[in-house]
């Protein structure tokens, strides 16, 4: 059983920047591929950013070279780095871990963009 942990949402302007943070409950974070996937309402949940066990990230269109996605090993942790928000980016973002058999999801954490 892992137990994943976001933190880091909240309001901010369009324009605006946030960092969200994912720590798992295990030393594991180095060795699977994790990823961010955000849903706003109504809407499904999507693929925001994803990084695997060797460090290779992607990221779907709508966030290249906005988002950035790295993780702390010695931290079991991943990170979401959001520059350039927008109000289209308003959603709760959930961090989760692929074990091949099994997946994990965090709580979420929300991300509102508005002036």
């Known amino acids: 059983q892992v137990q994943l942990v976001e933190s880091g949402g909240g309001l901010v302007q369009p324009g605006g920047s946030l960092r969200l943070s994912c720590v798992a409950s295990?030393?594991?974070?180095?060795?699977?591929?994790m990823a961010w996937y955000r849903q706003a309402p109504g809407k499904k949940r999507e693929l925001v950013a994803a990084?695997?066990?060797?460090?290779?990230?992607n990221y779907t269109d709508f966030v290249k070279g906005r988002f950035t996605i790295s993780r702390d090993n010695a931290k079991n942790t991943v990170y979401l780095q959001m520059n350039s928000l927008t109000p289209g980016d308003t959603a709760v973002y959930y961090c989760?871990?692929?074990?091949?058999?099994?997946?994990?999801w965090g709580q979420g954490t929300q991300v509102t963009v508005s002036s």
């Open positions: 295990r030393t594991i974070v180095g060795f699977y591929t």
């Open positions: 989760h871990l692929n074990l091949g058999h099994i997946g994990y």
């Open positions: 990084i695997s066990s060797g460090g290779s990230t």
